[in-house]
C-alpha cells in the first residue's frame, strides 16, 4: 500500500455561542482542516487539525512530495519525514505529523479491517468517560450568555441532564480570579457529588495560583490545570497547595515528561493526540506515566468527530487513564461525519466500531462548512471578538468586566 494522494478541506463548523477563555475566543465556530490521504489500493484515510482558527491547507499540500509513495505501514519513518527535531526547529510540524499518522493509522485498520484500538494494543474499556467543559461564552442567536455564578450552573445542570456527566470543568482566566473562585464554589455547591477542575491556561501570577489553589482545597477537585506557566511555576504551586496540578501546556513531548518525572511540578499529564503528534506518542507518554505513578488523562483541542475518534480509541487502549476525558464536542452544533455528532450517554462516548477510526465523512456537510469557511475566513484564536484592541499576558492583570454583557454574532 502506497500512499498518491493528499487533499485538505478546511471547514468553519458553528458553535453554540463564542467561547472565551484566557487568551481569547474561539469566534463561533471551529476552523478545522480535514485530511484525506489517498491510498493505492482506493482506501482514503481521514484526519483533522486545527490552526488557531486559520486553515492549513497549504502546509498539507506541502508534504505530499514528502509522502508520495510512502507506504502508510512505515509510522516511524513518517515521523522523521514530517518531524525530524532538529529541522522541525525551522517549521514546527507536529500537528501536521498528527493529522496524517491518523489518517495512516485509518488506512492501515480499514486495510486490515480492524479497529484503531485493535491496532493499538486492544481495548480495556468499549466507552470512554467525559467531563462536561464549561465556558464562559457570549449570547448569540439562539443561546443564552454565561457570565454569572447563575448561569454557569444554569447551564451545567442542563449538561449533566442531556449527556449525564458527573465531572465538570471550568475554563478560566477571563474574568478575576476571585470572581471566577465564586462561580467555581458555586459548581461545588450545586453539584456537591460531582467532581470539578478549574483550567485558566496559565495566565494567574504564582500569588494568585496559590491563592486559588488554597481556597479550593476543601472543594470535590479532580485537579488544579495549569493555573501558572511553565514547570518551575507549577512546581512552586505545587509545593504548597493540597490539589492535584495538571498540565497540557508544558508537557507535551518527552523531554518535557522527562524533566517532570525528574523533578515534579504536573502529577496529571493531559494527553493531546494533535499536540504530541499523533495517538502512538500518547500511548508512549502514557506509558512512562503509568511507570513513574503520574496521572494521565485525554486533552481536547477544539476537535470535530475524526479527531474526537483519535481520543476514543487512545482512551480505549489506555489501562491507566482514571481521568474523564475533555472534549469541547458538544458546544458545537454539528459535525462533518455520517450520523452527525457522536452521542453521550452516561457520561461518555462509545468508541466507534469499525474498521480504522471508524468514521467517515459526511460530503455534503464537509461542503457546506467549506463554503462557510469561504464565506467567514479564519479568525485569531488569541483575541476575544468583544475586547477589541485587547491581548492577554502572562500573567494576565487585565480580566475581563464580569458586568459587561455582549451578544456576539457566530
Known amino acids: 500500500m502506497k500512499i498518491v494522494d493528499i487533499r485538505a478541506t478546511t471547514v468553519a463548523v458553528p458553535l453554540e455561542a463564542p467561547l472565551r477563555h484566557s487568551n481569547g475566543a474561539h469566534w463561533g465556530r471551529f476552523v478545522r482542516t480535514i485530511v484525506e ?6 482506501l482514503v484515510g481521514l484526519g483533522e487539525m486545527g490552526g488557531g482558527g486559520e486553515s492549513a491547507e497549504s502546509a498539507f499540500r506541502a508534504l505530499m512530495p514528502y509522502l508520495k509513495d510512502h507506504d502508510p505501514f512505515q509510522l516511524e519513518s ?22 496524517i499518522e491518523f489518517a495512516c493509522i485509518d488506512l492501515i485498520g480499514q486495510h486490515l479491517g480492524v479497529s484503531a484500538s485493535d491496532l493499538l494494543g486492544g481495548r480495556v474499556r468499549d466507552a470512554v468517560p467525559f467531563a462536561s467543559y464549561l465556558f464562559f461564552r457570549y449570547a448569540a442567536e439562539g443561546y443564552a ?16 441532564a442531556a449527556h449525564g456527566f458527573t465531572v465538570h470543568k ?3 482566566g477571563v474574568f478575576p480570579p ?7 464554589r ?19 501570577s504564582v500569588a494568585e495560583g496559590l491563592r486559588f489553589g488554597r481556597a479550593i482545597e476543601g472543594l470535590n477537585n479532580d485537579y ?17 497547595v493540597k490539589v492535584p496540578l495538571a498540565t497540557n501546556t508544558v508537557v507535551v513531548n518527552f523531554e518535557q515528561l522527562a524533566s517532570n518525572v525528574l523533578r515534579r511540578g504536573a502529577d496529571v499529564v493531559l494527553l493531546d493526540t494533535t499536540f504530541w503528534g499523533g495517538i502512538r506518542p500518547c500511548i508512549k507518554a502514557a506509558g512512562v506515566c503509568e511507570t513513574f505513578q503520574l496521572g494521565v488523562a485525554v486533552h481536547s483541542s477544539g476537535e470535530l468527530g475524526i479527531q474526537l475518534a483519535t481520543m476514543l480509541h487512545l482512551g480505549a487502549v489506555l489501562p491507566n487513564l482514571t481521568y474523564s476525558a475533555d472534549a469541547h464536542y458538544h458546544q458545537l452544533r454539528d459535525d462533518v461525519i455520517e450520523g452527525g ?3 453521550y450517554k452516561d457520561g461518555a462516548i462509545a468508541v466507534p466500531e469499525g474498521p480504522g477510526l471508524g468514521v467517515r465523512l459526511d460530503r455534503e456537510k464537509v461542503a457546506r462548512y467549506a463554503e462557510l469557511y469561504r464565506e467567514m475566513g479564519g479568525y485569531p484564536y488569541d483575541r476575544d471578538p468583544g475586547r477589541p484592541g485587547w491581548y492577554a499576558t502572562v500573567p494576565n492583570e487585565r480580566f475581563a468586566d464580569p458586568t459587561v454583557s455582549l451578544e456576539i454574532a457566530p
Not at 490521504?37 to 482506493?42: P, S, T
Not at 454569572?148 to 442542563?158: F, I, K, S, W, Y
Open 37 to 42: 490521504v489517498e491510498a493505492d489500493n482506493g
Open 78 to 99: 513518517l515521523r522523521f519525514k514530517i518531524a525530524n527535531p532538529t529541522a522541525s526547529l525551522y517549521n514546527n510540524r507536529t500537528q501536521l505529523l498528527a493529522a
Open 145 to 160: 450568555e454565561i457570565r454569572t455564578p447563575d448561569q454557569l450552573v444554569e447551564h451545567t445542570a442542563r449538561l449533566k
Open 170 to 172: 471550568l475554563k478560566g
Open 178 to 184: 476571585d470572581y471566577e473562585l465564586e462561580c467555581y
Open 186 to 204: 458555586a459548581l461545588a455547591e450545586a453539584f456537591p457529588d460531582d467532581r470539578l477542575r478549574y483550567d485558566p491556561n496559565a495566565v494567574l
Open 224 to 240: 488544579l490545570e495549569d493555573p501558572v506557566w511553565g514547570l518551575e511555576g507549577l512546581r512552586i504551586v505545587r509545593e504548597q
Open 341 to 343: 455528532k457522536l452521542a
